[in-house]
Nanobody, 116 residues
Framework: QVQLVESGGGLVQAGGSLRLSCAAS????????MNWFRQAPGEERDFIAY????????YYADSVKGRFTISRDNAKNTVYLQMNNLKPEDTAVYYC?????????WGQGTQVIVSS
């Protein structure tokens, strides 16, 4: 069956870095665009980063542009999110997504907490 398993979340001080990973299985990973979303308590789930199937095209939400980098390794069926210069407002559950917000596949999420 389809699985997306996120890892790499945790507690970090403001200004620090984390690298999230999302391991995919059960579908043709290389054929799907991949995204990262995040959801803070009481908030909607927001898009933050996109990467095309071959990795040649990326797009970021303004809130993370210049600090976060999305990448993928199609040989390992894995997508990454490198997060630098983290801020307390980055605190959220981070979700990996394949194929888009509507009709796509979702992981279970990984918690990121940024302390001030």
């Amino acid at each position: 069956q389809v699985q997306l398993v996120e890892s790499g979340g945790g507690l970090v001080q403001a200004g620090g870095s984390l690298r999230l990973s999302c391991a995919a299985s059960g579908f043709a990973f290389g054929s799907y665009v991949m995204n990262w979303f995040r959801q803070a308590p009481g908030e909607e789930r927001d898009f933050i980063a996109y990467i095309a199937q071959t990795g040649t095209s990326t797009y970021y939400a303004d809130s993370v542009k210049g600090r976060f980098t999305i990448s993928r390794d199609n040989a390992k069926n894995t997508v990454y999110l490198q997060m630098n210069n983290l801020k307390p407002e980055d605190t959220a559950v981070y979700y990996c997504n394949a194929g888009g917000r509507f009709g796509g596949y979702w992981g279970q999420g990984t918690q990121v907490i940024v302390s001030s």
